[in-house]
C-alpha cells in the first residue's frame, strides 16, 4: 500500500519556468490538498479538492494552479516560478466522511526557483 | 493571521526527560485537534489527535492536555528518546463539508542522549 506519492522528489527551476507537480493516493479518499512548508511558517494549504471535480483556494494560492484529474491524482502546476515559490511541497489526502480525519501525507517535493 | 500559535519553536531535552510544546487557537469553531510527527524528508504523519470534549488523551507516552475555556493544548511526551527527534506540529480544524487544517509553525525537537 504506497499511500501518497509525489513526483518528482526534487526539482531545480529557473525563473519563469513552469512545471507541475504530481501526486497521486491509492486509499480511495474522496479529498485531496496541496501545502506548501517554510521554514518558520508551518504548512500552509495552497489548494485543496473536496471531492472529484472540485477544487477550491486555500491561503497562499497566487501563482498556483491545480487540478483534480480524477479520485487518485491531483496536480500542482506553477505556470511561471519565483523564487519566492522556493519551498517543500506537500501532497496531502483525507477522507470524507462528514467528521474529521486525519490527513496522509506524501513525502514531499523539495523545489529550488533560482 | 495565525489562527493557530505553536511555541516553542525549537526544543533540546535530556534523554528520560519531559518534553512539552503548546499550541493555542483563537477560532472557537474548531473541534479537532491533531498533532503530526514529522522526521526530516519525510511528510507529517499523524501522532495523537483530542476532541474538545476530552481533557486529556494519552496514548503510550504521549498525550494531550486540553483546556477548552483557556482556548490551549499541549503535547507532552514522557520519557523522551532520540527517537523522538523530529518536527512537530499542532492543528485544528473544524467539520463542514470538508475538512480544512490550520497548523502551528511546527517545534523541533532534539533529544540528546
Known amino acids: 500500500n504506497a499511500g501518497v506519492t509525489q513526483t518528482p522528489k526534487f526539482q531545480v527551476l529557473k525563473t519563469g519556468q513552469s512545471m507541475t507537480l504530481q501526486c497521486a493516493q491509492d486509499?480511495?479518499?474522496?479529498?485531496m490538498y496541496w501545502y506548501r512548508q517554510d521554514p518558520g511558517m508551518g504548512l500552509r494549504l495552497i489548494y485543496y479538492?473536496?471531492?472529484?471535480?472540485?477544487?477550491d483556494k486555500g491561503e497562499v494560492p497566487n501563482g498556483y494552479n491545480v487540478s483534480r484529474l480524477n479520485k487518485r491524482e491531483f496536480s500542482l502546476r506553477l505556470e511561471s516560478a519565483a523564487p519566492s515559490q522556493t519551498s517543500v511541497y506537500f501532497c496531502?489526502?483525507?477522507?470524507?466522511?462528514?467528521?474529521?480525519?486525519?490527513?496522509?501525507f506524501g513525502n514531499g517535493t523539495r523545489l529550488t526557483v533560482t | 493571521q495565525q489562527q493557530v500559535k505553536q511555541s516553542p519553536q525549537s526544543l533540546i531535552v535530556q534523554k528520560g526527560g519531559i518534553s512539552i510544546i503548546n499550541c493555542a487557537y483563537e477560532?472557537?469553531?474548531?473541534?479537532?485537534f491533531p498533532w503530526y510527527q514529522q522526521f526530516p524528508g519525510k511528510g507529517p504523519a499523524l501522532l495523537i489527535a483530542?476532541?474538545?470534549?476530552?481533557s486529556e488523551k494519552k496514548e503510550g507516552r504521549f498525550t494531550i492536555s486540553f483546556n477548552k475555556s483557556a482556548k490551549q493544548f499541549s503535547l507532552h511526551i514522557m520519557d523522551s528518546q532520540p527517537g523522538d527527534s523530529a518536527t512537530y506540529f499542532c492543528?485544528?480544524?473544524?467539520?463542514?463539508?470538508?475538512?480544512?487544517?490550520?497548523f502551528g509553525i511546527g517545534t523541533k525537537l532534539q533529544v540528546i542522549p
Open positions: 496531502a489526502s483525507s477522507e470524507l466522511r462528514g467528521a474529521n480525519s486525519p490527513l496522509h
Open positions: 486509499m480511495n479518499h474522496n479529498s
Open positions: 479538492s473536496a471531492s472529484e471535480g472540485t477544487t
Open positions: 477560532n472557537t469553531a474548531f473541534d479537532y
Open positions: 483530542i476532541r474538545p470534549d476530552v
Open positions: 492543528a485544528a480544524s473544524r467539520q463542514g463539508g470538508y475538512q480544512k487544517v490550520t
